[in-house]
């Protein structure tokens, strides 16, 4: 008997990236509904090589379905969530909303995996922001060898992980740019088409933004809280996927070629670092690609244990929908949940 999967916000750049990773991964349902807000109903959605019409969440029945995947915003989640969950359904959220609930666990299944057993406390689990799914799959095998001290990171962040809008203004300013005609900045603080902005979300007291307050808070929560981190998150005239510029200290030398092997075995990672002209992976490369990508392996000599690298994957993959199937079928194949009758 197969599950029952909801996908909530099946509209949006995530959501449809969900419905197409649960088709590409051939994941055990036997039924898949798209679920929108009440101004989306009825708009249609592709499932594998079928076609689904999205249902309005405010009259949907809750009660049928096993796993609800969640990429609608921190808003319908805070709201929603704790229904769907109490309804019976297993809810992984890709928002912000629960991610530093202590009774919620938050997954990346190549790191902390068996932190997803805690989900029944809430029955819901969080999905971590999508710069920081990326690095901790990078920095884990790393912290297992060596004991990571501290991290410093600048992000080179997609313009999709901001949405639809945020990407149909990239498109529209680049046209004006070669028009010239007149630039309108709408969902950006400054002009997004050939320039870089160094802010992602809100400024907070001390001076960061709320997106490096995450990647700090999330790193600490998914590897260790004893790692010390440092981010600067920058938006980039990029559509899609997410790099980082990463520099870690070290407890234990790690050598960049012993660095180099050993993350060619870690799950989740590809090296490509050829150290000559075009010996690395790009943006362009990830987007579309499952894998998160490390390139520019090298020793850092101003400290005594440390390593630069880079660190490249799609933001709606890796960072959002994948992760999300991903911690499903960690539910599935540790047996933590079942397909209830009311899924036949």
């Keep these: 008997m197969g599950f029952h999967v909801a996908v909530v916000g099946a509209t949006g750049n995530v959501g ?14 036997d039924t898949v509904s798209a679920v929108a807000s009440r101004r989306s109903l009825g708009t249609e959605v592709s499932f594998g090589d079928k076609t689904l019409k999205t249902r309005d969440i405010e009259s949907f029945d809750f009660s049928t379905v096993d796993i609800c995947l969640m990429s609608a915003g ?52 969080a ?71 160094p802010q992602i979300d809100v400024f907070m007291e001390d001076g960061s933004t709320k997106e490096e307050w995450k990647l700090v808070v999330e790193t600490k929560k998914i590897l260790d809280p004893k790692i010390k981190l440092i981010a600067t998150c920058v938006r980039v005239p990029v559509f899609i996927s997410h790099s980082e510029a990463v520099t870690v200290e070290l407890e234990e030398p790690l050598s960049a070629e012993e660095a180099q092997n050993m993350l060619r075995e870690a799950p989740g990672l590809l090296v490509v670092d050829k150290r000559e002209d075009g010996g690395y992976v790009t943006p362009y490369e990830a ?22 690298f880079w660190v490249v994957s799609d933001n709606l993959r890796k960072g959002a929908a994948l992760n999300a199937v991903q911690i499903a079928e960690l539910l599935v194949n540790r047996g933590l949940i079942k397909a209830a009758d009311r899924a036949a």
């Design 16 to 29: 449809r990236e969900l419905l197409d990773i649960l088709a590409e991964r051939g994941f055990p349902a």
């Design 74 to 125: 921190g808003d319908v989640s805070r709201e929603w969530a704790p229904r769907i969950a109490a309804a019976g359904a297993v809810v992984i959220d890709n928002s912000s909303a629960f991610r530093m609930d202590p009774d919620v666990p938050l997954i990346v299944p190549e790191v902390n995996a068996d932190a997803v057993e805690g989900f029944a406390k809430k029955n819901i689990i």
């Design 127 to 197: 999905n971590p922001n999508c710069s920081t799914a990326q690095l901790v799959v990078a920095l884990k095998p790393i912290h297992d060898r060596a004991t990571i001290k501290r991290v410093v990171v600048s992000t080179y962040q997609s313009v999709s992980g901001a949405g639809k809008e945020a990407m149909e203004e990239l498109f529209a300013q680049t046209r004006a740019v070669y028009a010239s005609d007149p630039i309108e900045v709408n969902k950006f603080q400054r002009r997004i088409a050939f320039n870089v902005i």
């Design 287 to 308: 987007a579309g690609e499952d894998a998160t990508y490390v390139s520019r392996i090298r020793e850092d000599i101003t400290v005594e244990n440390g390593l630069a």
